[in-house]
């Protein structure tokens, strides 16, 4: 499975921005779906994933409130919506594929991993 994220930009605080995943390479809609995201001098961590029929999702406790993942089966993307976004959410975000569920976990095995799109939100 490949992916490719885009989306990404610079916004000021408060703003929304949404970012979009695209995968191809194999039977995609087996898979979970969904986004991490990691800051300089931080770890990486867990924003948000969807089931693969698109009826579960997952959040980050930080993005329960503000961010909503969907995926389309069609088109093979997942997208993330940010709205109300903070300056802490500044970080490089990854999409990622996997086959062990929607409820990730840091045990979570993750079979694929996007490129990163930059989002940077300023105060």
């Known amino acids: 499975v490949q992916l490719q994220a885009s989306g990404g930009g610079s916004v000021q605080a408060g703003g929304s921005l949404r970012l979009s995943c695209s995968a191809s390479?194999?039977?995609?809609?087996?898979?979970?779906l969904g986004w991490f995201r990691q800051a300089p001098g931080k770890e990486r961590e867990f924003v948000a994933a969807i089931s693969p029929t698109g009826t579960s999702t997952s959040y980050g406790d930080f993005a329960k409130s503000r961010f909503t993942i969907s995926r389309d089966a069609a088109r093979s993307t997942v997208d993330l919506q940010m709205n109300s976004l903070k300056p802490e959410d500044s970080a490089l975000y990854y999409c990622?594929?996997?086959?062990?569920?929607?409820?990730?976990?840091?045990?979570?095995?993750?079979?694929?991993w996007g490129q990163g799109t930059l989002v940077t939100v300023s105060s």
């Open positions: 390479g194999g039977r995609i809609s087996i898979y979970s």
């Open positions: 990622i594929a996997t086959l062990a569920g929607h409820r990730i976990t840091p045990m979570t095995a993750i079979d694929a």
